[in-house]
């Protein structure tokens, strides 16, 4: 019986994909990690760092992450010690996905400063 439940789990498991976008500019380097599960749900986990050493003289950043399927953003984000923002969300079965083959732009504003990338699989 334990055996048939830890099939069944696994194969659950199994019908997770995961696919990861980076890039970076010169000043700021991002990922985006996304986890797709069986057609029901997808879950984005963004993260954006700083990669200068003065990060306190950064201040408060914008930020946008836009793709085909749609976007996401913050305006007024401070960053963490270690110079990085945390981003992490799920959609519904009903939401646009996005494709592996997706460019995804993001664009940094801070201190009268913006910057454009894109992140690519």
């Known amino acids: 019986m334990s055996l048939i439940v830890s099939l069944m789990l696994l194969a659950a498991c199994s019908n997770s994909k995961e696919v990861i976008f980076s890039g970076e500019s010169d000043n700021w380097e991002a990922e985006l990690k996304i986890t797709q599960n069986s057609e029901t749900f997808e879950k984005e ?3 954006l760092k700083y990669k200068g050493e003065d990060i306190d003289s950064v201040g408060d950043i914008a930020y946008d992450v836009d793709s085909i399927s749609g976007g996401f953003g913050r305006e007024g984000e401070p960053l963490k010690k270690n ?3 945390r981003d992490d969300r799920e959609s519904r079965a009903t ?10 732009e993001v664009t940094v504003k801070w201190n009268d400063n913006t910057e454009t990338f894109t992140l690519t699989r």
């Open 95 to 104: 939401d646009s996905k996005i494709p592996e083959d997706a460019e995804i």
């Open 83 to 85: 110079g990085s923002i």
């Open 45 to 47: 986990n963004f993260l």
